[in-house]
C-alpha cells in the first residue's frame, strides 16, 4: 500500500531529509510534491482528492503562505486530510496554535526516525480502515514524539500559568486535546498527575518568594501562587516540606 504525501517547507535540506527518511523504511512512499512555500503546495493541493493525497507535511513559517493558511484551506478542501506539522521546541506558539486546526502529529526538527515511522503507519492504518467505518472526525492520537511534545506544552503552560486558577479543561483547549486524555497522557510520561506536578512549581514559587520577598504576608504569597485560601496553603506547604512557610523563612532565609 502506497502512501502518497506532499510537504512543504522552505528550507530543501529539511524537505530532502524526510524524503531520504522515509525512503529507508518498510513503508511504501511516494512523495507527490515537494514545496518550497506554502502557495506553490496549495496550487497543487488544491487540485487533488482524497484519492490521490494520504499525508500533508508542512512547516508553519514559510514564505508567499505560510502552514497556517496552508493548513486552513486544506481543511476546507479536504476535510479528512491527515496533517503533521514541522517544528522546534522554539516554535511552541505556533505549534499550540496550529492544534486548533486538528493536525495529526508534529515532526520535531530535526527529524526522528521512529516518530516519522510512527506517523507514516498510522497514516497506512487509517488508508486500511474502510471508509465507511470512520466517522466525519476522525480522533487521531499524537505518536511518541508528538506525545512528547504535547507533554512539554503543558509543562510550559503550567510553569507560565502556575498564579491562576487552574482548569483542566483550559488546558485541554490550550493544547487542542481531549481532557480525559491529556491526564492520562501526562501521568504515563511524568510518573505525575497534572495537578501534583503544578503543586510542584507552585511551592518552588512561594519558596523563592518567601526567601527573596520578606515583607510579602503569608495569605499574599498565597494568592500570588494560585491559592485563595491561606490556610489551605499553610496545610499543603507543610505536607510538602515538613514545615509551615513561617518557619521555612526563619531557616532558611540568610
Known amino acids: ?45 488544491q487540485e487533488l482528492s482524497l484519492e490521490e493525497i494520504d499525508l500533508l507535511i508542512t512547516d508553519i513559517k514559510m514564505p508567499r503562505m505560510d502552514g ?52 507514516l503507519k498510522s497514516v497506512e492504518a487509517t488508508k486500511q480502515t474502510p471508509a465507511a467505518a470512520l466517522p466525519d472526525e476522525v480522533p ?29 479543561e483550559r488546558l485541554a483547549e490550550a493544547v487542542g486535546m481531549n ?10 510520561k511524568t510518573g505525575q498527575t497534572i495537578t501534583d506536578y503544578l503543586i510542584g512549581i507552585r511551592i518552588v514559587e512561594a519558596k523563592k518568594m518567601l526567601l527573596h520577598h520578606p515583607d510579602l504576608k503569608n495569605y499574599e504569597i498565597a494568592d500570588k501562587v494560585g491559592y485563595s485560601d491561606p490556610v489551605y496553603f499553610n496545610k499543603l506547604f507543610k505536607k510538602m516540606c515538613g514545615m509551615t512557610p513561617k518557619e521555612y523563612k526563619g531557616r532558611y532565609r540568610s
Request: aromatic share 10%; charged share 25%.
Open 179 to 188: 481532557a480525559s486524555y491529556i491526564s492520562r497522557l501526562f501521568r504515563h
Open 140 to 168: 487521531h492520537q499524537p505518536s511518541e514524539g508528538g506525545e512528547h511534545y504535547v507533554v512539554e506544552q503543558m509543562k510550559s503552560i503550567l510553569q507560565l500559568e502556575y498564579g491562576l486558577n487552574f482548569e483542566l
Open 1 to 45: 500500500m502506497v502512501i502518497r504525501i506532499m510537504i512543504a517547507d522552505d528550507e530543501e535540506v529539511i524537505r530532502r531529509g524526510l524524503e531520504k527518511i522515509a525512503s529507508r523504511m518498510d513503508v511504501e512512499v511516494r512523495v507527490i510534491g515537494s514545496y518550497g512555500n506554502g502557495l506553490e503546495a496549495w496550487n497543487h493541493l
Open 68 to 119: 497556517f493558511k496552508l493548513i486552513e484551506e486544506a481543511r476546507a478542501h479536504l476535510k479528512q486530510l491527515p496533517i503533521a506539522v514541522l517544528s522546534g521546541f522554539s516554535e511552541f506558539d505556533y505549534a499550540r496554535k496550529a492544534m486548533r486546526f486538528g493536525v495529526l502529529d508534529y515532526l520535531l526538527k530535526p527529524i526522528d526516525k521512529a516518530q516519522l515511522y510512527d506517523l
